[in-house]
């Protein structure tokens, strides 16, 4: 088992978390973890966004910028 400090909202403060045996076979990265003050749950996920493609744009209709001579 891992564990680690965070807040949990139900002890309303910082507390050691532990993350149980994982079926999934996540091994000491299991995103489930056990607040071991009350037992509250918590899932630890993380996302990757692509970055937006700023020049190709659909649906958009864009004028050429005109600049004065």
């Given at each position: 088992?891992?564990?680690?400090?965070?807040?949990?909202?139900?002890?309303?403060?910082?507390v050691l978390f532990?993350?149980?045996?994982?079926?999934?076979?996540?091994?000491?990265?299991?995103?489930?973890?056990?607040c071991t003050g009350?037992?509250?749950?918590?899932l630890i996920a993380?996302?990757?966004?692509?970055?937006?493609?700023?020049?190709?744009?659909?649906?958009?209709?864009?004028?050429?910028?005109?600049?004065?001579?």
């Amino acid at each position: 088992m891992s564990d680690r400090e965070l807040p949990c909202d139900s002890c309303e403060g910082v507390v050691l978390f532990e993350a149980p045996p994982c079926v999934d076979g996540h091994g000491a990265d299991c995103p489930e973890l056990i607040c071991t003050g009350c037992g509250a749950a918590v899932l630890i996920a993380t996302f990757a966004f692509r970055a937006p493609r700023v020049g190709n744009r659909r649906g958009t209709t864009r004028r050429p910028h005109r600049r004065a001579a």
